[in-house]
């Protein structure tokens, strides 16, 4: 089992930023791909960003790409997801997953991963 531990959401201005970790702690020896979606009220869940077990690739949602960047400390046990030029549309519960790391990784489709953390609000003003 793995426990997963969203931190760093808050209220912020347009154009500011905010940097979001995830804490994975349990079987944290196992490798994870780690990926962040989001869900905005009366919306569904989307992706955001993923990054591969051992950081060498990384993906984006279009609407994030340019703005956001995923990161990981493996050493940790921690992703991280530094979101700069935030916007109101940015507004959402923030949740990071973990995948075991094997082929096929569909990294947009939810039903990839295998553990997911509680999330944590992000709200961005106007």
């Known amino acids: 089992q793995v426990q997963l531990v969203e931190s760093g959401g808050g209220l912020v201005q347009a154009g500011g930023s905010l940097r979001l970790s995830c804490a994975a702690s349990?079987?944290?020896?196992?490798?994870?791909?780690m990926g962040w979606f989001r869900q905005a009220p009366g919306k569904e869940r989307e992706f955001v960003a993923a990054i591969n077990w051992g950081g060498g690739s990384t993906y984006y949602a279009d609407a994030v790409k340019g703005r956001f960047t995923i990161s990981r400390d493996n050493a940790k046990n921690t992703v991280y997801l530094q979101m700069n030029s935030l916007k109101p549309e940015d507004t959402a519960v923030y949740y990071c997953?973990?995948?075991?790391?094997?082929?096929?990784?569909?990294?947009?489709?939810?039903?990839?991963?295998?553990?997911w953390g509680q999330g944590t609000q992000v709200t961005v003003s106007s």
């Open positions: 349990g079987r944290a020896r196992i490798s994870y791909d």
């Open positions: 997953a973990a995948r075991f790391a094997r082929t096929g990784w569909i990294v947009g489709n939810e039903n990839e991963y295998d553990y």
